[in-house]
């Protein structure tokens, strides 16, 4: 029943999104983004190829990308809406951060208390660091959670630019903190805590890994990242070949998006380290890694030379590189053969990492 209500939220944010773009497009010729997305569809697997073009059009009106375009973007998170009757128990929890910053909004999905210890995922939503949220993500959590009989818990994060990195990333830490704190009464075992997220998800996931390897608070057993946002230097001192990385997201957003994040232009020599997980001196100690993306993602470039950083470190990472896919492709398309297929390996993924 949720999965079905939340394709059917999906559908029509898209479909809103499309009309607005496509308002947008002057006299109905294809403006710059559209163009660069169209010389992107030969690269693309055939079976998603619609769907590219779909979503081509749905974000040609948001370019240039920027602040302006900020209220069209986060549209779709005024709908969102908790489903009637979940599959799985879910609450909300106000959990403090600390550092004068308040509290954040978590959603604890499936908790069990009194049961035998379970594994646990904190996940972290995607959106460019600009919009998304995890009220979004809810139905796709649901079923993640059912599948693995595991503990969720999903973190309201604040978005840039109104809140640079260094609140979200308390604020996600809070959250896993928060899950480590209460593992007993939420039926959790902490030995087998990941962390996870999509894109901008996966960015803020990484950052976690990082941040509690740092710490040494709480130990983090497993990071599950799905084509993350990991490197401020793509699309500002570095971009793909003609024709990659044009689709879904491209380098133009990836600057705004980075821009946001950090208050600073991305790509110079002086960004923090801290707020980018490809900036880190060393990536030693971390929890084993599954990295998926598209090989025509924006992100596939970095995504590859993490995992390898990550393997020259000694830690333990596994990479899938889907041939013709684009950022999101999963979403879009969840039925493609590529989109089982990272879905496949995810869950096998977290089943060796969790031992189930």
């Known amino acids: 029943m949720a999965k079905n209500i939340f394709a059917a939220d999906r559908r029509a944010a898209l ?24 010389a ?15 979503i081509i059009a749905m974000t040609s009106g948001f370019y240039p990308m920027g602040p302006s375009k900020l209220p069209m973007l986060r549209a779709a998170i005024a709908k969102a809406q908790m489903p009637d009757h979940p599959a799985v128990p879910i609450r909300t929890v106000m959990a403090p951060v600390g550092k004068g910053l308040g509290e954040v909004k978590l959603y604890v999905l499936n908790e069990k208390p009194g049961a035998p210890p379970r594994p646990a995922i904190l996940h972290t939503h995607g959106g460019g660091f600009i919009t998304g949220s995890a009220l979004l993500e809810i139905g796709g959590l ?12 999903s973190v309201e994060y604040s978005l840039a630019p109104e809140a640079p990195w260094s609140v979200s990333m308390e604020q996600t830490y809070a959250g896993l903190l928060w899950l480590h704190n209460q593992a007993t009464a939420l039926g959790v075992d902490r ?8 894109s901008a998800g996966g960015g803020h996931a990484a950052l976690l890994a990082q941040t509690a ?11 599950c990242l799905i084509y993350p946002m990991l490197d401020d230097r793509t699309g500002s001192t570095w971009n793909p070949a003609p024709g990659l990385g044009c689709i879904g997201w491209d380098g133009d957003a990836n600057r705004y998006g980075w821009r946001a994040f950090l208050g600073q232009r991305p790509g110079q ?11 880190a001196l060393s990536l030693k100690g ?12 924006l992100f596939a470039r970095e995504d590859i030379a993490y ?37 496949a390996a995810r869950s096998a993924a977290y089943r060796r990492a969790f031992s189930l």
């Open 191 to 198: 030995a087998r805590i990941a962390v996870a997220g999509e």
């Open 307 to 343: 995992t390898q950083r990550l393997t020259a470190s000694g830690v333990p990472a596994e990479l899938l590189v889907l041939p013709g896919a684009f950022h999101g492709f999963d979403k879009v398309m969840p039925g493609a053969w590529v989109s089982r297929q990272v879905l």
């Open 142 to 153: 649901i079923d993640l959670a059912r599948e693995l009989d595991c503990v969720i818990v």
């Open 269 to 279: 020599a002086h960004v923090p380290r801290r707020a980018v997980p490809a900036r």
């Open 15 to 38: 479909r809103w999104m499309t009309s607005a773009a496509a308002a947008m497009l002057p006299g109905g010729a294809l403006c710059a983004k559209e163009a660069r997305g169209a």
């Open 286 to 297: 971390l929890p084993p890694a599954f990295i998926a993306v598209g090989s025509i993602d």
């Open 213 to 223: 390897r740092d710490r040494g608070e709480v130990p983090v057993a497993f990071q």
């Open 40 to 54: 992107g569809l030969p690269f693309v697997d055939p079976e998603l190829r619609e769907a590219a073009k779909q």
